[in-house]
């Protein structure tokens, strides 16, 4: 099945620095999202990509959908304290049904004040 | 719209027993997922539902593990008998297919098995 490698696993950084996360699949996707995890808490969506190419962002978040539909990317710009958590990429195939996804590792994010 | 609500939050049983976890996905949903979160194995799906019939239910581990969804405001996730590999946390999620292909996550339900 699909596998999608999701780097770096974890990131330290300074309140304000920025940020970039990215995905890679041995296959490709239709979708892409990206989703942020708080500690007891489910997966929240951030972005959400559809198109080869494609760039979107919501707030100080930015994703790009790889133009060879097997990557992704996720920067966060001026980070606080509040983007500490765990983001994930997630890959789907439209045809298998909306929401069925495939889940990177994860990246684990510090943000030192 | 209360979101997906999950429960119970936490589970502690011993191994052997029977566990069920219980599901209500976002009015008007018409997919259900469950997916199984571990550090070993990261976000796992393991069985999702179309219209309350289940589509794909390849990610099921074992046969100690059974979901039903009799309607589509319910759905229930049974392991029996538990064993510790099972320990986990488990989320429900649903989404509108035809609409987005988003899915809404619950907030899990941590199960301990000892």
């Known amino acids: 099945g699909q596998q999608l490698n999701q780097s770096p696993q974890s990131m330290f950084i300074q309140e304000g620095e920025d940020v970039s996360m990215n995905c890679t699949s041995s296959s490709i996707f239709n979708t892409w999202l990206w989703y942020k995890q708080d500690p007891g808490e489910g997966p929240v969506l951030l972005i959400a990509l559809y198109k080869a190419g494609e760039l979107t962002s919501n707030g100080r978040l930015t994703a790009q959908f790889g133009t060879t539909r097997k990557d992704s990317f996720l920067n966060i710009s001026a980070s606080i304290p509040s983007d500490v958590g765990i983001y994930f990429c997630a890959g789907q195939l439209r045809n298998f049904g909306a929401g069925k996804s495939t889940f990177g590792d994860g990246t684990t994010l510090t943000v030192k004040p | 719209d209360a979101g997906v609500i999950q429960s119970p939050r936490h589970e502690v049983t011993e191994m052997g027993q029977e566990v069920t976890l219980r599901c209500k996905p976002i009015s008007g949903h018409n997919s259900l997922f469950w997916y199984r979160q571990t550090m070993m194995r990261g976000l796992e799906l393991l069985i999702y539902?179309?219209?309350?019939?289940?589509?794909?239910d390849s990610g099921m581990p074992e046969d100690r593990f059974s979901a039903k969804m009799p309607n589509a405001s319910f759905s229930t996730l049974k392991i029996q008998p538990s064993e510790p590999r099972d320990s986990a946390v488990y989320f429900c999620?649903?989404?509108?297919?035809?609409?987005?292909?988003?899915?809404?996550f619950g907030q899990g339900t941590r199960l301990t098995v000892v």
């Open positions: 539902f179309n219209n309350n019939v289940p589509i794909d």
């Open positions: 999620a649903s989404s509108n297919r035809g609409v987005n292909t988003e899915a809404f």
